[in-house]
């Protein structure tokens, strides 16, 4: 167990559906981080959140979009999916030291 | 901004063999972290090794090392004595930090290595 939780672990949902992909992060960490991995491809940084607050957006889709809650943990609103969006979402913490970057064990996200 | 090449796909080796996985990025800041993640077939992403830019001496994890040269913007992925185990997914990963030791912005992860241990 790493410490950044996530859920679901698995996700089928068909086109034009949304969803929700939740992320604790480990005990501490303030800032979150999502990142979407398709098949055989490498990470894309999407956004990071720190304290709350937004702090560096990536490749996002504007379909996509996501908040940190007071209690820091972390949701990312997929909508309007597309065949394209299947992939697996990691999100990762930190407690912004060289020590502290821990993944999830990632949500893996088909649409069919 | 700053990038992340590994510019092996793909590479393999024999247990109990050494094999050595390269990465090069690209920066004008002099305050940074490096790592190398790995990710077997079940996906997690598991970190491997760090380093302080700042730090000469090269980092050791048990069976994994780096060679670290900052002015050539090289780090590469010693792994000696190859276990099957070590068959993964590798990714070279950089995120800048300040003076004071802290990181910012995001992490920035090369395109990965597939390595595969052969028995």
């Known amino acids: 167990d790493s410490g950044v939780t996530q859920t679901p672990k698995h996700l089928i949902t068909a086109t034009g559906q949304r969803v929700t992909l939740r992320c604790s992060p480990r005990?501490?960490?303030?800032?979150v981080y999502w990142y979407q991995q398709s098949l055989d491809q490498g990470l894309q940084f999407l956004i990071q959140?720190?304290?709350?607050?937004?702090?560096a957006k990536g490749n996002i889709l504007e379909r996509f979009s996501a908040q940190q809650f007071p209690d820091l943990h972390s949701e990312l609103n997929l909508s309007s999916l597309e065949l394209g969006d299947s992939a697996l979402y990691f999100c990762a913490s930190s407690d912004s030291s060289l020590y502290g970057y821990t993944f999830g064990s990632g949500t893996r996200l088909t649409v069919v | 901004a700053q990038t992340v090449t590994q510019s092996q796909p793909e590479m393999s080796v024999q247990e109990a063999e050494t094999v050595t996985l390269s990465c090069t990025y690209d920066t004008s800041e002099n305050n940074y972290y490096l790592f190398w993640y790995k990710q077997p077939p079940s996906r997690q992403m598991i970190l491997v090794i760090r380093?302080?830019?700042?730090?000469?001496q090269n980092a050791t994890e048990n069976r994994f090392s780096v060679n670290f040269q900052k002015a050539a913007k090289s780090f590469s992925l010693k792994i000696s004595d190859s276990q099957l185990g070590d068959t993964a997914m590798y990714f070279c990963?950089?995120?800048?930090?300040?003076?004071?030791?802290?990181?910012?912005?995001?992490?920035?992860f090369g395109q990965g290595t597939i390595l595969t241990v052969h028995p």
């Open positions: 005990s501490g960490d303030l800032s």
């Open positions: 990963a950089f995120i800048l930090s300040n003076a004071g030791g802290t990181s910012y912005g995001k992490l920035t």
């Open positions: 380093q302080e830019a700042y730090k000469q």
């Open positions: 959140y720190y304290n709350g607050e937004e702090r």
